[in-house]
């Protein structure tokens, strides 16, 4: 007589998942004192347009594949996951083209940033990424300054970010352009 094959497996349970906890911080920023930003030279602004999604998720891509980000949200360690990423941004009800940029330098496209409203009127900033090769050069701050500026421009009067505490170079930028720590979230990660 044949055995039929059991309903729990006979071998025990199956191995645990290791679960790693991040720590996020979620941080705000009142729009009142935001002025709007100039790009130095050989850079210049790339305003939203529908066409431009592939670009903002290679750009993002590039950005955040070696970072700490890509372990927390393992799509933008992932070419497909941040085209999946960048389509559902820009699906999104409250996707803010005044809000979403990229910069580009003569070799192309250098760093991206997305905005969106939230369900209560708040800017909502979903990345901030510059390629390693540029960053120092200030380039961060103006492209959250110059999507803080489309908020502002939509009359939204508050915006916020979320950044993994890890991220200690992207928590003092936040931190000198008046954003404040207004929760600590942790984020739960298998692996």
């Known amino acids: 007589m044949a055995r ?3 309903l729990v497996s006979e071998v025990g349970p199956a191995p645990a998942m290791a679960i790693t906890y991040y720590k996020r911080y979620r941080m705000e920023i009142d729009l009142g004192g935001v002025s709007p930003p100039a790009l ?3 850079y210049t602004w790339k305003p939203w347009d529908d066409s431009l999604v592939e670009a903002h998720a290679e750009v ?3 950005c955040f594949r070696d970072e700490i980000d890509a372990q927390v949200f393992p799509c933008l360690g992932d070419l497909a996951g941040c085209r999946r990423l960048m389509r559902e941004i820009r699906r999104k009800p409250g996707f803010l083209p005044p809000a979403t940029w990229l910069i580009a330098a003569p070799a192309g ?9 939230d369900r209560e009127g708040v800017g909502a900033i979903q990345n901030v990424g510059v ?9 961060g701050r103006r492209l959250v300054c110059r999507a803080l500026m489309g908020f502002r421009e939509r009359g939204v009067g508050r915006a916020f970010l979320e950044v993994t505490a890890e991220n200690v170079h992207a928590v003092r930028l936040y931190r000198s352009l008046g954003f404040r720590r207004v929760k600590t979230l942790y ?5």
């Not at 496209?109 to 409203?117: D, R, S, W």
């Not at 984020?187 to 692996?191: E, I, S, T, W």
Request: hydrophobic share 40%.
């Open 40 to 42: 130095p030279s050989p």
């Open 4 to 6: 039929k094959p059991p």
């Open 60 to 62: 993002k891509y590039l």
């Open 109 to 117: 496209f250098v760093a991206t940033i997305q905005g969106v409203i």
């Open 187 to 191: 984020k739960a990660v298998d692996g």
């Open 131 to 139: 390629l390693p090769a540029y960053r120092g050069r200030g380039l």
